[in-house]
C-alpha cells in the first residue's frame, strides 16, 4: 500500500531562522495535503497541492509539491514562537478515497 | 468550533466498562473517518464511512465498534478495552474522497485505567 514518509521527525529552530520539512510518497499522487496540530490540539489543514511542481505560499509558510507528483516540502521563513507544533503531510492516490498521513515533523522553536 | 463537535473531550473507563464516543459535524460532508492518535505515534486510521457506508475497516480490534446512523453523526462504541487503548481518537470528516481537506475535531482524550 501507500507509504508517505516525513523527514525531519523532530526539528528545533532558533526563533527568526528558515527551516523546510519534506514529505515523500512511494506512489505518484493526485493531491498532497498538509496540516498543522498545535500542542494538546487537533490536525488544522493548511493547504492543498494539485498540479505538478505547483507552488503556493501562505505568509511565511510556501508549501511546493514536486515535478513527480512523489514528493513535497514545506519551507517556514523567520520562524516565530508561533510555528511550534507538528506539521502533517498526506497523500491522496487518485483511485484511493483516504489519505495516507505521515508520521508528523514536530517544531520546536529557541526564543 | 471546527465545525466537527466530538463529545466527551476527556474520558476515564475501567477495562471492563461500555461507553461511546460521538461526532457531529454541519458541514455538508459525506464521508466520516475516525483516527487514533497515541504518543510518539502517527495517525492511524482505524474506519472509514462514506455516504453512510463502512468502506473500511483497518484490522481494529472487535472492542471498537463504529456506528454512523446518517451522514452527520458517527459513533464509536468501546467496551472491555486495554490500557493500551489509551489515546486520543479523532473524527474527521470531508467530502466523498478527501480531495478538499478533512476538517478534524477536537478529540477525545481516552484513558483506560
Known amino acids: 500500500g501507500q507509504q508517505v514518509m516525513q523527514i525531519p521527525q523532530y526539528q528545533h529552530v532558533q526563533e527568526g531562522e528558515d527551516f523546510t520539512t519534506y514529505c515523500n510518497s512511494s506512489?505518484?499522487?493526485?493531491?498532497i495535503q498538509w496540516y498543522k496540530q498545535r500542542p494538546g490540539g487537533h490536525p488544522v489543514f493548511l493547504i492543498q497541492?494539485?498540479?505538478?511542481?505547483e507552488v503556493k505560499k501562505q505568509k511565511r509558510l510556501t508549501f511546493q509539491f514536486g515535478e513527480a507528483k512523489k514528493n513535497s516540502s514545506l519551507h517556514i521563513t523567520a520562524t516565530q514562537t508561533t510555528d511550534v507544533g507538528t506539521y502533517f503531510c498526506?497523500?491522496?492516490?487518485?483511485?484511493?478515497?483516504?489519505?495516507?498521513f505521515g508520521a508528523g515533523t514536530t517544531v520546536t522553536v529557541r526564543a | 468550533e471546527t465545525g466537527v463537535t466530538q463529545t466527551p473531550r476527556h474520558l476515564v473507563m475501567g477495562m471492563t466498562n461500555k461507553k461511546s464516543l460521538k461526532c457531529e459535524q454541519h458541514l455538508g460532508h459525506n464521508a466520516m473517518y475516525w483516527y487514533k492518535q497515541s504518543a510518539k505515534k502517527p495517525l492511524e486510521l482505524m474506519f472509514v464511512y462514506s455516504l453512510e457506508e463502512r468502506v473500511e475497516n483497518n484490522s481494529v480490534p472487535s472492542r471498537f465498534s463504529p456506528e454512523c446512523p446518517n451522514s452527520s453523526h458517527l459513533f464509536l462504541h468501546l467496551h472491555t478495552l486495554q490500557p493500551e487503548d489509551s489515546a486520543l481518537y479523532l473524527c474527521?470528516?470531508?467530502?466523498?474522497?478527501?480531495?478538499?481537506?478533512?476538517?478534524f475535531g477536537s478529540g477525545t482524550r481516552l484513558t483506560v485505567v
Open positions: 497541492l494539485v498540479k505538478s511542481g
Open positions: 498526506a497523500g491522496l492516490e487518485s483511485n484511493d478515497y483516504k489519505l495516507s
Open positions: 506512489t505518484t499522487l493526485s493531491n
Open positions: 474527521a470528516s470531508s467530502q466523498e474522497g478527501g480531495g478538499y481537506g478533512y476538517t
